[in-house]
């Protein structure tokens, strides 16, 4: 059971996922009222077409305002970290979980049961140790993701073996001090996350995990976020 002081926030980004949210949502309450943790659920959107917002309303009715917080961010400048920060303005809990709303994080607590074993600062999902792994992707997005881990590794020697996941749990104060230092947009956000964090002598646990394709929607992965990623790869590596 958790201890009577722990409450944890889950930032939920999303774009055009309607048909995923509802489902999401209804698992991570069931995972957290089964464990005993307080949790509150912060659905930031952006902008979504597909109707998504309105689902988010629904489910503040269902399950109350103080279990799901909605909120809308409709700018040309959004990206996971300023998403990270509209969310933590509203977060009250000491633990914040960031993870994607399109299912392809299993919805377990384990990353809490980890900070407790080993009193982390962060718990980050690894797809590259243990057990871990990934599902459904074709093998060019498998050559990618792998390809942007070795070179990481090989640049920055972060010394965490799953750079690029979305899958992490932080203390809220560390997250706060990290969003501070943090410069980078896109995909290579997580990437710094995790370098800033050694730089600044944070501990870091792993978990493994298995991370399984979104089962409806599309991934805005391109050739703009690779190339983004390597320009912020290569700056990390001159700064660091």
């Known amino acids: ?4 002081a722990d409450k944890v926030s889950v930032l939920l980004p999303t774009y055009n996922e309607r048909e995923n949210l509802p489902l999401v949502v209804w698992l991570l309450a069931r995972s957290f009222r089964e464990s005993g943790y307080d949790f509150e659920i912060i659905v930031i959107d952006d902008g ?13 009715k269902i399950y109350g305002s103080d279990k799901i917080v909605m ?17 933590m303005k509203h977060a009250t809990g000491n633990f ?3 993870m994607d709303a ?22 980050s999902g690894t797809r590259y140790k243990g057990n ?11 050559l990618i993701s792998r390809g942007a ?6 640049l920055l020697r972060p010394g965490a073996s799953d750079l690029t996941g979305s899958f992490r749990l932080y203390r809220k104060e560390v997250l706060q001090k990290l969003m501070e230092k943090c410069v980078s947009k896109g ?8 370098v800033r964090a050694r730089q600044l002598g944070y501990t870091i646990g792993e978990v493994p995990i298995s991370f399984v394709d979104r089962v409806y929607g599309e991934s805005k992965l391109g050739g703009n976020e690779i190339v983004s990623f390597l320009k912020g790869l290569l700056t990390l590596f001159a700064t660091t």
């Open 102 to 123: 399109d299912l392809s994080h299993h919805v377990r607590l384990y990353f809490i049961y980890c900070q407790k074993e080993g009193n982390f600062d962060i718990v």
């Open 187 to 194: 995909y290579v956000f997580q990437m710094e996350m995790i």
């Open 132 to 142: 871990g792994g990934v599902h459904g992707w074709d093998l060019k997005r498998k």
């Open 48 to 60: 979504s077409p597909d109707g998504t917002q309105e689902v988010a309303e629904q489910l503040v």
């Open 96 to 98: 914040i979980v960031i």
């Open 149 to 154: 881990n070795f070179l990481t590794q090989v």
């Open 1 to 4: 059971m958790a201890a009577a």
């Open 71 to 87: 909120m809308a961010i409709i700018s040309m400048l959004f990206s996971l970290g300023t998403a990270y920060i509209h969310g």
